[in-house]
């Protein structure tokens, strides 16, 4: 943009200022133009937009002629009304040819501008105006090519920063440093915000208040407000329609239109980065649902030697299997409900999740606070918790939670009663010794020897793994005749390790089973 004083430098004797009306205006000086301007209408407001410089003649301001043929000025109060009028529609001056049509300056028009602080410029009969505009748009160009440069450079710097390690902070670094301002980069998820300098004294917490009284939730909106002195400039750092972050500039001037590319540059390289740490951890996520779908399905071994592989953090050695299930999303509510009945842990932002077929499945740390007490939620939602468990427990672990699932409550892990795990053991075995069960005793022994992993047991049957399936929910509502003070759901006693223990050493010792 030109300023009014660089065009008033490059016109020495073409753009007199009149006293009192520009030199002692200094910021009225230094304003930018819009454009310069030839009206001789007496209202000529409705051809501005405001910031021009207007040229005129003073054919507006003439009102017939004396008898010897000199033009006749309006009265006072009407040329008082003109500048008025200009003045309010915010132009940035005035030039007042003085001649063909008045060759005096009219003492009238130069109180008023300086009444309405308008700067005010005579130019001479010699000076056409065409040489005004034309210096004016050669500035404007002088001016376009240097923004050009300087925007290009900042460009390619913030292209550079992007590609570094730190890529958020050295962007918002670099563009303070161009700006000549501060700058912040508020995230909308609970990260750390970046601020340059880091000496500004910037009121991250007012700003992000600031920010949610404006509302600003569309990813095409921006917003400019005052914060301490300074003009701020605010911007949305979206990701398609979601917005991940805002980008906020605090001046004591106006952004230039180059400067507003520049920043716009820097909101589309914050956005690309923002879009690849959302892909990233999208993948990452997914790879962590890969390696839990592993270990549900028995393969331990394998599922700890892809975490490896892909340099996630170590399958921890014991976890507590928890289910949670008649709900497709973890709502807000949910994640409440589970950090009151875990004593705060939060399940919910464990890495080791998997959703499938509507079932949420957890796998938590043994080593973090253990769920220790039953809760009501009411509705379909239903969550049960495990014992710790090793990782090629786990596939037994699910079982025994799907056996257990009530609607409505989230169930912690069975604490043991008066029956103890050798007599349930006890009862299980004579169960399966009874005439008619030798197919499900068979099926039991293998089961409990491969430890509940079904690919094994249906090699080690030859039997289809659905058929193993079916056989074993056959067998679980059989024992159901044995849940007394255990308070065992349907079949769950073969899940359970001490239980299971027991009984496994009884089944193994004895060809036939008499108890």
């Known amino acids: 943009m030109v300023r009014l004083d660089n065009l008033v430098q490059h016109l020495v004797g073409k753009l007199n200022p009149v006293a009192g009306t520009y030199l002692e205006s200094p910021d009225a000086a230094r304003r930018e133009l819009a454009g310069v301007h030839i009206s001789e209408l007496i209202d000529p407001t409705p051809y501005l937009d405001g910031s021009e410089l207007l040229l005129t003649t003073g054919l507006g301001l003439i009102e017939g002629h004396d008898a010897s043929g000199a033009p006749r000025v309006k009265a006072d109060a009407r040329v008082a009304e003109y500048v008025a009028r200009l003045a309010r529609r915010g132009i940035a001056g005035l030039a007042f040819s003085l001649g063909p049509n008045i060759f005096t300056l009219p003492t009238a028009l130069r109180e008023a501008c300086i009444e309405h602080g308008l700067p005010l410029f005579s130019v001479p009969a010699a000076t056409p105006f065409l040489s005004i505009s034309r ?5 404007v160009a002088a001016a376009g090519a240097k923004d050009l440069t300087n925007a290009l450079s900042a460009q390619a710097g913030l292209t550079r920063a992007a590609t570094s390690p730190n890529a958020r902070g050295e962007i918002v670094k670099l563009l303070a440093q161009r700006l000549g301002g501060w700058v912040v980069l508020l995230p909308t998820d609970t990260s750390d915000p970046h601020v340059w300098p880091e000496t500004a004294g910037v009121d991250t917490v007012a700003l992000r208040r600031d920010l949610g009284r404006l509302n600003m939730a569309g990813p095409h909106s921006a917003a400019t407000f005052m914060q301490g002195g300074d003009e701020v400039v605010t ?3 979206a990701v398609g329609r979601q917005v991940t972050g805002f980008l906020a500039i605090g001046l ?5 239109s180059a400067e507003r590319h520049v920043v716009l540059s820097a909101c589309g390289l914050l956005a690309l980065d923002s879009r690849q740490r959302v892909t990233t951890s999208g993948r990452t996520d997914d790879l962590r649902a890969a390696i839990v779908q592993l270990v549900l399905g028995g393969h331990d071994v394998a599922a700890r030697d892809l975490a490896a592989q892909l340099g996630l953090p170590p399958l921890p050695g014991h976890v507590r299997v928890l289910l949670v299930g008649g709900t497709t999303e973890p709502t807000d509510a949910l994640k409440a409900l589970l950090g009151q009945a875990t004593g705060g842990a939060d399940w919910v932002g464990t890495p080791w999740y998997l959703r499938r077929r509507g079932v949420h499945y957890f796998l938590e740390d043994a080593a973090a606070p253990a769920l220790g007490v039953d809760a009501e939620w009411g509705g379909a ?40 795990a050798r007599t349930i053991a006890q009862q299980v075995a004579a169960l399966l010794g009874q005439p008619g069960q030798e197919v499900h005793l068979e099926t039991v022994r293998s089961y409990l020897r491969h430890r509940g992993r079904w690919e094994e047991v249906s090699k080690d049957l030859d039997l289809h793994r659905n058929t193993v399936r079916n056989r074993m929910a056959l067998i679980r509502e059989t024992l159901t005749e044995i849940e007394t003070e255990y308070e065992l759901a349907a079949g769950a006693a073969l899940d359970d390790p001490d239980i ?6 009884i089944l193994s010792n004895a060809s036939s089973v008499t108890i």
């Open 500 to 505: 299971a223990a027991h009984l496994w050493l």
């Open 235 to 237: 911007y949305p750092i």
């Open 252 to 256: 004591k001037r106006r952004l230039s």
């Open 381 to 420: 939602l239903w969550g049960v918790c495990s014992r710790p468990v090793s990782l090629a427990e786990v596939p037994s672990a699910v079982e025994a939670g799907y056996a257990r699932r009530r609607p409505g409550r989230l169930l912690g892990p069975r604490q043991q009663a008066t029956s103890t």
């Open 135 to 139: 210096t004016y748009w050669d500035l």
